[in-house]
């Protein structure tokens, strides 16, 4: 098998170490697997200066030759996608095939933003005689972007593939908890051709690296996914500076089951889907509003496929769910348990930790939750599911919109009036009927509310890259 890489810091088209270094921890094991450098001033100082460098040449750069070089960086990482996925399983502890996935999910968006590359048109203006008015897309600039540690690999590709294919440079600042996923994506690029300065990965302490990043002149666009805390004082930062933001921000997704569906299929897909990567996905399916006709099916179904869950070591044959990130989440997981069951909840099953090394908990669910029920309000990040009888499909939209969050949202319904209501009336960014599948490479992905702003995916992807820029011409002066 592969060992864990040599953590590096990349600036500039060179492999960098420091002095200071931080810990890399195997979720499942609890044991140090490695240590990245940290970045301070100088390191972020030469990081946006070389971006600055990078983004002189790369805009430059014809977008059909950038699509190509994307694509060799994509087809380099289909070619390393075990090695890629056995270092994910290392440091993040999600199951070595979810992780295989993971790499060929990345390859996927950066091949779908290739294409876009070449698509960036503007347009002609009707206009009067002698006079052009022409639209034109350039590249906004250089890009400071920050990615989570739940997908190491997919989500900074998602950042890396916007900005590059848009023709900006862009410094990747990615979760310290998770550091490999991105280094293996830099490697890629880095053996694909990639010019120095066009693309710069950092780690450090993240409220250090952010303030040093985004007031800078040389920033442009700041590009974050992770919690909603944390994307407003990012906002806050950028804004100080009239510097865009590309937020993809926290969710609580809810799911409506109505009373025509077939109740089996969509427990078992649900609970399958809510346990993925150990619930810690801003997508999965959290509060499920289940028609009370057929309410104690399918919480029967969906807990049986619950406690039948293989939760494990990701290296282990059969591993469906691995560990949390880290202890805290254990921790919250079991705060929200505790909170829920005051309230009147009840525990169908779980609600524990697993064994007493690694971050693992048991895939819980809870059942008729009030209200008041702190995770009602608050993303659990977790395999927690919450399930709740409702009377009617305006109950459910009802709950469904009744958090301050707005980007994923799944109905089970085969009746076209129940999904021409959800359409109308849920309030997300993503809706998934009959499937519990929010994002693709070729489909706009992100939030409404306090989930976030702006698009990534899609033809809509590659526009918070782009600055618009208006073309009057005149033939004669006037």
């Given amino acids: 098998m592969p060992t864990y890489p040599d953590l590096k810091l990349y600036i500039n088209g060179c492999w960098r170490t420091t002095d200071d270094t931080l810990a890399v921890v195997n979720p499942a094991t609890e044991e140090e697997i490695g240590r990245h450098p940290v970045a301070g001033p100088t390191e972020l100082d030469n990081a946006l200066d070389a971006a600055a460098a990078g983004f002189a040449v790369w805009s430059r750069t014809a977008p059909r030759d950038r699509a190509d070089l994307i694509r060799k960086a994509a087809g380099l990482m289909r070619e390393r996608q075990d090695e890629i996925a056995h270092s994910i399983t290392l440091e993040h502890g999600k199951p070595f095939a979810q992780a295989r996935l993971e790499v060929i999910r990345g390859a996927e968006f950066f091949e779908w933003d290739a294409g876009e590359a070449v698509r960036t048109y503007g347009r002609v203006i009707p206009s009067a005689a002698g006079v052009r008015y022409i639209v034109h897309h350039q590249p906004i600039g250089p890009v400071a972007a920050f990615s989570p540690w739940n997908f190491p690999m997919s989500q900074p590709a998602r950042k890396v593939g916007g900005a590059l294919a848009s023709g900006c440079s862009i410094i990747l600042k990615a979760a310290e908890e998770t550091p490999a996923g991105a280094m293996h994506l830099v490697r890629a690029f880095e053996d694909a051709g990639l010019p120095p300065g066009v693309l710069n990965l950092v780690f450090g302490v993240p409220a250090d690296i952010s303030q040093h990043l985004i007031p800078s002149d040389i920033t442009k666009l700041v590009a974050f996914t992770g919690s909603t805390a944390v994307g407003r004082h990012l906002t806050g930062l950028a804004s100080d500076h009239m510097t865009p933001v590309l937020m993809e921000l926290g969710g609580h997704a809810p799911v409506i089951v109505c009373e025509d569906t077939d109740v089996e299929a969509a427990a078992l897909s649900s609970a399958s889907r809510k346990y993925r990567n150990a619930g810690q996905v801003c997508t999965s399916p959290t509060r499920f509003f289940v028609h009370e006709q ?85 993303e659990p990040f977790g395999p927690l599911a919450i399930i709740n009888p409702v009377e009617s499909l305006d109950a459910a939209i009802e709950q469904a919109n009744s958090v301050p969050y707005g980007l994923a949202a799944y109905g089970f319904t085969n009746r076209a009036d129940y999904v021409d209501r959800m359409v109308d009336g849920i309030e997300a960014g993503n809706l998934s009927i009959n499937t519990l599948e929010a994002s693709l490479p070729e489909t706009p992905f992100g939030g409404v509310k306090s989930s976030g702003y702006g698009r ?5 992807g590659l526009h918070h890259y782009m600055a618009v820029k208006n073309l009057s011409h005149s033939m004669t002066i006037v």
């Fill in 456 to 460: 990534e995916g899609g033809s809509e």
């Fill in 294 to 378: 057929i309410f104690e099916h399918f919480l029967e179904v969906f807990t049986k496929r619950a406690e039948t869950t293989v939760v494990g070591n990701g290296m282990d044959q059969g591993v469906e769910m691995g560990p949390l990130a880290n202890e805290r989440r254990i921790a919250a997981l079991a705060a929200f348990v505790a909170d829920a069951r005051e309230t009147g909840a009840e525990l169908v099953t779980g609600g524990n930790r697993l064994g007493s090394a690694g971050y693992f908990f048991e895939p819980t669910v809870l059942a008729r939750v009030p209200g008041n029920a702190l995770v009602m309000q608050e």
